[in-house]
């Protein structure tokens, strides 16, 4: 399948309803999604978000688009420098470690790594070009103490994407903060003026001494990455007020075209059904899970497995499925490695098709990857039964692995899979009378056994926790 047969279709959070999908260039897509504030270990409530993007971006790919993914790493913010003081150390320091462990993280979680990862500490002209050219047009205006603020009843259209009512705002009332509620909705710092509580982190610049708001950093990165007018911008749903709401009003100010055509949001993520909060002791970063011994893929595969606007809930036992799942994915491919039918008659053919169009129809509709991993066991099933009845032939199943393995570049859970090791019934009963030998103390039997084993190519070796087995190794 191409992109000219593709018929994509994304609820697109600025309209509320479905879109068809066009890109700007034919065959392109531009591509901006928020990344981390590198002031702590990311949590599973980011990695949801970070899953659905990587997702969404694969099954670009898989429909033939040429994808240019940017996601910006926020690493000075209110948050950082605060964390960095916290610890009595740089900020740099500070958010170098951070950055160090969340691409640690995406390489647990099988994430594709996005084409750039602008920093804000490099691209203080970019904000500062912008931020002038806002209060040239007249939409940024400098208050008493230094700060540069938005006024959006300049703008027109704000609210547009959070559907907030600004008439209902008081006029002329500021908020310094990155981060506020749509109650708190006001006009919001461009640039912050140097205060004690900065310390050391401020930027010396025709703005005066400071340092940008959270918000610009992000119009002024994906701007300068993706051009003035791009195609797809994601995030979670927390932040469409005011991160984004703010995003489009400081873009579309300063360049007077439409800043992004498809708006696209994740859910929220609860874990055992409640908001996860550290007072909940709810709180999850992706390494609590790892430390736990869960298999990072496993948490790939859970975290993304739910459509990406419904509301997920994270639990323990959903993980246990999870695993099961993949397992019952990499047990498929390792079994048709094995199948040496006499051929099904076409039969496999048309489940090909079957799957194909199923899983394809679902993630073309606003990526529903429920849906599309439902056909995708459906079909499991029915190759089983196939393999079962031993009539699926070696050149089926090699298209069947084909196909998984095309299928598998979008989900990225199956990997590499080996043949099983499997012992012959008569070794397995050999082991099982050297145990027996044991046991008894017969050690002559128990000796016999294993060279006659070790002559049959399987080597045992006996440890504190029982015997252990390996197949040796064929040259
Ligand atoms: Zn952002």
Same mark, same amino acid.
């Given at each position: 399948?191409?992109?000219?047969?593709?018929?994509?279709?994304?609820?697109?959070?600025?309209?509320?309803?479905?879109?068809?999908?066009?890109?700007?260039?034919?065959?392109?897509?531009?591509?901006?999604?928020?990344?981390?504030?590198?002031?702590? #270990?990311?949590?599973?409530?980011?990695?949801?978000?970070?899953?659905?993007?990587?997702?969404?971006?694969?099954?670009?790919?898989?429909?033939?688009?040429?994808?240019?993914?940017?996601?910006?790493?926020?690493?000075?913010?209110?948050?950082?420098?605060?964390?960095?003081?916290?610890?009595?150390?740089?900020?740099?320091?500070?958010?170098?470690? /951070?950055?160090?462990?969340?691409?640690?993280?995406?390489?647990?979680?099988?994430?594709?790594?996005?084409? *750039? *990862?602008?920093?804000?500490?490099?691209?203080?002209?970019?904000?500062?070009?912008?931020?002038?050219?806002?209060?040239?047009?007249? /939409?940024?205006?400098? %208050?008493?103490?230094?700060?540069?603020?938005?006024?959006?009843?300049?703008?027109?259209?704000?609210?547009?994407? %959070?559907?907030?009512?600004?008439?209902?705002?008081?006029?002329?009332?500021?908020?310094?903060?990155?981060?506020?509620?749509?109650?708190?909705?006001?006009?919001?710092?461009?640039?912050?003026?140097?205060?004690?509580?900065?310390?050391?982190?401020?930027?010396?610049?025709?703005?005066?001494?400071?340092?940008?708001?959270?918000?610009?950093?992000?119009?002024?990165?994906?701007?300068?990455?993706?051009?003035?007018?791009?195609?797809?911008?994601?995030?979670?749903?927390?932040?469409?007020?005011?991160?984004? &709401?703010?995003?489009?009003?400081?873009?579309?100010?300063?360049?007077?075209?439409?800043?992004?055509?498809?708006?696209?949001?994740?859910?929220?993520?609860?874990?055992?059904?409640?908001?996860?909060?550290?007072?909940?002791?709810?709180?999850?970063?992706?390494?609590?899970?790892?430390?736990?011994? *869960?298999?990072?893929?496993?948490?790939? #595969?859970?975290?993304?497995?739910?459509? *990406?606007?419904?509301?997920?809930?994270?639990?323990? &036992?959903?993980?246990?499925?999870?695993?099961?799942?993949? &397992?019952?994915?990499?047990?498929?491919?390792?079994?048709?490695?094995?199948?040496?039918?006499?051929?099904?008659?076409?039969?496999?053919?048309?489940?090909?098709?079957?799957?194909?169009?199923?899983?394809?129809?679902?993630? +073309?509709?606003?990526?529903?990857?429920?849906?599309?991993?439902?056909?995708?066991?459906?079909?499991?099933?029915?190759?089983?039964?196939?393999?079962?009845?031993?009539?699926?032939?070696?050149?089926?199943? +090699?298209?069947?692995?084909?196909?998984?393995?095309?299928?598998?570049?979008?989900?990225?859970?199956?990997?590499?899979?080996?043949?099983?090791?499997?012992?012959?019934?008569?070794?397995?009963?050999?082991?099982?009378?050297?145990?027996?030998?044991?046991?008894?103390?017969?050690?002559?039997?128990?000796?016999?056994?294993?060279?006659?084993?070790?002559?049959?190519?399987?080597?045992?070796?006996?440890?504190?926790?029982?015997?252990?087995?390996?197949? &040796?190794?064929?040259?």
């Amino acid at each position: 399948m191409n992109t000219a047969t593709a018929s994509i279709r994304f609820f697109n959070t600025l309209t509320r309803r479905k879109e068809k999908f066009t890109p700007i260039d034919e065959g392109k897509v531009r591509m901006y999604t928020c990344g981390p504030t590198v002031y702590d #270990y990311a949590h599973i409530g980011n990695y949801r978000a970070f899953l659905f993007e990587d997702l969404l971006k694969r099954w670009l790919e898989h429909r033939g688009f040429k994808v240019t993914h940017v996601m910006n790493l926020t690493d000075v913010d209110d948050k950082t420098i605060k964390g960095s003081q916290k610890q009595q150390i740089p900020l740099k320091q500070f958010t170098a470690h /951070y950055t160090k462990a969340f691409f640690e993280d995406i390489t647990a979680l099988n994430i594709k790594p996005a084409d *750039y *990862y602008p920093k804000a500490t490099s691209h203080i002209p970019e904000m500062i070009a912008l931020i002038k050219t806002l209060i040239k047009k007249g /939409y940024a205006y400098k %208050s008493q103490d230094g700060s540069i603020y938005y006024a959006i009843n300049k703008f027109k259209n704000y609210g547009k994407l %959070s559907h907030i009512k600004v008439a209902e705002l008081k006029a002329g009332a500021r908020v310094k903060t990155d981060e506020y509620t749509k109650e708190e909705a006001q006009d919001f710092a461009l640039w912050k003026a140097w205060t004690p509580e900065d310390g050391n982190v401020f930027w010396e610049t025709e703005l005066g001494k400071g340092r940008p708001g959270w918000h610009i950093e992000c119009s002024a990165m994906s701007m300068r990455h993706l051009g003035e007018t791009f195609d797809i911008h994601c995030g979670g749903i927390d932040n469409m007020f005011p991160h984004h &709401e703010n995003e489009i009003a400081q873009s579309e100010a300063a360049t007077g075209k439409k800043f992004v055509n498809y708006w696209l949001h994740n859910e929220h993520l609860l874990v055992e059904g409640r908001k996860m909060a550290k007072k909940f002791g709810n709180f999850y970063t992706l390494r609590d899970l790892l430390k736990r011994g *869960y298999d990072p893929i496993v948490i790939r #595969y859970l975290l993304l497995s739910t459509h *990406y606007r419904a509301q997920f809930n994270f639990t323990f &036992e959903g993980l246990d499925v999870a695993r099961a799942a993949v &397992e019952r994915l990499r047990n498929f491919v390792r079994r048709l490695q094995d199948a040496e039918g006499k051929g099904s008659g076409g039969k496999v053919a048309e489940l090909l098709r079957g799957v194909q169009v199923g899983f394809g129809e679902a993630m +073309d509709d606003d990526l529903n990857v429920s849906v599309a991993l439902a056909v995708l066991f459906d079909f499991m099933r029915e190759v089983n039964a196939l393999l079962d009845a031993s009539v699926l032939s070696r050149s089926e199943a +090699d298209e069947v692995c084909a196909l998984m393995k095309r299928f598998d570049r979008v989900l990225g859970v199956i990997g590499e899979v080996e043949r099983e090791e499997a012992l012959s019934k008569e070794a397995e009963e050999l082991i099982e009378k050297r145990e027996e030998a044991r046991k008894a103390k017969d050690w002559a039997t128990a000796d016999a056994i294993r060279v006659r084993l070790r002559a049959m190519g399987v080597i045992l070796e006996d440890t504190p926790q029982g015997v252990r087995w390996r197949l &040796e190794k064929k040259a």
